[in-house]
C-alpha cells in the first residue's frame, strides 16, 4: 500500500518520496474547487502521459497516450463530471496536453469515479510535481523520476491511503 501523509510526503515499501498537496491539505473533501487533498483509500485507474515527453513508463496499471484533444471535465452541472473529455468543448474542464510538464504523467485516483457525485470534487491525480512542491488544488505531485519509479514498483491493485 501507498502512504501519503499531511507531512509531505509519500511512502511505498523501502522509499519514501517528497510530495506536493492540496493548498488545504489531506482531510474529508467537501467540494469541487476545496484544493483538499481527499483522505482515504484509493486504486490508480489509469496513467496518461505524453508520449512526446516521456519515452517509457514500466507499470501493469493501463497506460494512455495524452493527445491535444484530451480534457478532464469539472463541470459540476455536466454528465461528463470528472470524466475526460474530447476538446475543444463548452464544458468547464482541466487540458490534459499542458506546455509545462506536470501532466506529462498523469495517474488517475478511483476518486468520486463510480458514482461520481455532483460537486464532490474531480481531477484528484498523482502527477508531476511544480518546482520547489507547490501545492496542488487538491492532487498529489511528486518529482518526475520519482512517479516514474513509484509506477514501475507498483501493481495493478496497489492501493493508496491518504490519511
Known amino acids: ?10 511512502e ?10 492540496g493548498k488545504s491539505g489531506i482531510k474529508t473533501k467537501i467540494k469541487e474547487g476545496d484544493n ?22 514500466k507499470s501493469s496499471i493501463k497506460k494512455i ?5 484530451m480534457g478532464w471535465c469539472d463541470d459540476t452541472q455536466s ?12 464544458l468547464s474542464h482541466e487540458i490534459l496536453y ?4 506536470i501532466y506529462d504523467i498523469v495517474c488517475v485516483i478511483n476518486y468520486n469515479i463510480n ?16 518546482k520547489k512542491y507547490q501545492k496542488t488544488k487538491g492532487c498529489i505531485a511528486l ?13 495493478k491493485n496497489t492501493k493508496i491511503k491518504i490519511s
Not at 117 to 124: D, Y
Open 143 to 155: 518529482k518526475k523520476n520519482h512517479l516514474i519509479t513509484l509506477l514501475s514498483l507498483i501493481k
Open 12 to 21: 511505498y515499501k523501502n522509499f519514501k518520496f517528497r510530495c506536493a498537496l
Open 65 to 69: 497516450k495524452i493527445n491535444k484533444n
Open 98 to 101: 499542458r506546455k509545462d510538464n
Open 115 to 130: 458514482p461520481t457525485l455532483k460537486n464532490k470534487g474531480s481531477a484528484i491525480f498523482l502527477h508531476i510535481a511544480k
Open 36 to 57: 483538499i487533498t481527499p483522505k482515504g483509500t484509493y486504486k490508480i485507474l489509469n496513467i496518461y502521459y505524453r508520449k512526446d515527453r516521456i519515452k517509457k513508463i
Open 79 to 90: 454528465k461528463h463530471y470528472n470524466k475526460q473529455i474530447k476538446l475543444p468543448s463548452e
Open 1 to 10: 500500500m501507498i502512504i501519503v501523509k499531511n507531512n509531505g510526503y509519500l
